[in-house]
């Protein structure tokens, strides 16, 4: 049960950082609002550009997550007493990123409506296929984010790191995301873009997997 | 036992390592003759370590933090035991405060707990009685007391020798990185 209690502290610290929940949801909202007003205001293809500006919103306000996550176990040494008191690293790992996977979908359930709102692209029908193409991408964020951040936690550059090894990997993951949503958006089916489906899941077992293998090792490499 | 020496000597290196926080550049650390590497969990939760930094989430309360860091390391009764161990030490008013808001003597109760919740069979503690108050000097000597009792080996380093006296612990001095058996 250790990844509960990891999963529980996260959100925890999360719900009691009122200014950074504010600046987060803040922060992604106004990306959508500036994209659409960039875009607008007669849509070309309102299922295209509403399908990236979701997509662009989450990956930027994701990064800000991740970002506070990692300072949250660097300040007072919060991550080393983790890593001290003999907990399973995997369970740590697992439990991490349960907490950036909820955080970054209450995002998405606070981006989606507006995107869909302002774009007109509201097909309620779609909603659970969106649902789950949001679901895969947002594991593979967590999957990724949580490994790179443990590697990065004890450099001063830690942000730039972090940034540095987390968006190149994630490019084939938020491609599928863009493809994805946008053919649901357009014509209510992936099967168009299907294939895309599997490059997303593959990259997020390859994530999970990646960390089953590194994360001991990256956590201890990070003192 | 007591490690004094100058600052720069390298006592806090030392605990670091100890600690398994930190690895040697040469040597082998063992904990009952087998190297710390080979059962690093179950050598981890052996080991209560305090250090200046509190080691702890500032987010959380005290009993947050105890009881987590209790279940990490595997203890079933986490919440009832450090609930008691607040107590002793004067802080069950303050348990339901994020330790955000505390001054450095309550952080240094509570990071201090946090070391020795596990009952760890080794204890280090690094400069323990920074911040502590008279009554809160003599509780942590108790705990260290009932600790020695119980057959844990404990290294407390400071420049305080006044605080630990009553404890009347071996008295060893570190020098350039070399601890000497002698004040």
Not at chain 2, 129 to 157: C, H, K, P, Q, S
């Amino acid at each position: 049960m250790t990844f509960l209690w990891v999963t529980l502290k996260d959100l925890r610290l999360h719900a009691r950082d009122f200014r950074f929940l504010a600046t987060l949801g803040l922060f992604s909202l106004s990306l959508v609002l500036i994209l659409s007003f960039a875009f607008g205001p007669i849509f070309q293809e309102p299922a295209r550009e509403a399908s990236a500006t979701l997509w662009a919103s989450l990956f930027f306000a994701g990064i800000l997550g991740l970002t506070r996550a990692l300072d949250l176990e660097s300040e007072s040494g919060g991550g080393d007493a983790v890593r001290l008191a003999g907990a399973d690293p995997y369970s740590v790992y697992l439990g991490k990123t349960v907490s950036s996977f909820l955080l970054l979908g209450a995002l998405f359930c606070l981006v989606l409506p507006c995107a869909a709102v302002f774009f007109d692209v509201g097909n309620l029908a779609v909603l659970p296929q969106v649902a789950g193409v949001a679901a895969l991408a947002l594991i593979g964020y967590a999957a990724w984010g949580t490994l790179f951040a443990a590697l990065a936690r004890g450099l001063k550059a830690r942000e730039l790191l972090l940034s540095v090894l987390l968006f190149p990997t994630l490019i084939p993951i938020w491609i599928g995301a863009v493809k994805l949503t946008h053919s649901l958006w357009a014509d209510g089916t992936i099967e168009p873009v299907r294939d895309w489906l599997k490059i997303m899941a593959v990259m997020d077992v390859l994530g999970l997997a990646m960390a089953a293998w590194l994360f001991e090792v990256v956590q201890e490499a990070g003192e | 036992m007591l490690l004094v020496g100058a600052n720069g000597s390298g006592k806090t290196t030392l605990a670091r390592i100890m600690s398994t926080m930190l690895r040697a550049d040469r040597g082998s650390l063992t904990l009952n003759g087998d190297p710390v590497e080979k059962r690093l969990i179950q050598s981890r939760r052996a080991i209560g370590f305090a250090s200046h930094r509190p080691f702890l989430y500032m987010g959380l309360t005290p009993i947050e933090n105890l009881e987590f860091f209790g279940r990490l390391s595997g203890l079933k009764d986490a919440r009832a035991r450090a609930s008691r161990q607040l107590d002793r030490f004067g802080m069950t008013p303050f348990a339901n405060t994020p330790v955000d808001r505390f001054s450095r003597g309550m952080l240094q109760r509570v990071a201090l707990l946090r070391a020795l919740q596990g009952e760890p069979s080794v204890l280090l503690l690094d400069e323990p009685y920074a911040g502590l108050d008279d009554d809160g000097t003599a509780t942590l000597n108790a705990f260290l007391e009932e600790a020695r009792n119980r057959g844990t080996a404990t290294l407390v380093i400071s420049h305080d020798r006044d605080r630990v006296a009553p404890l009347r612990p071996r008295v060893c001095a570190m020098r350039a990185g070399t601890v000497e058996d002698r004040p």
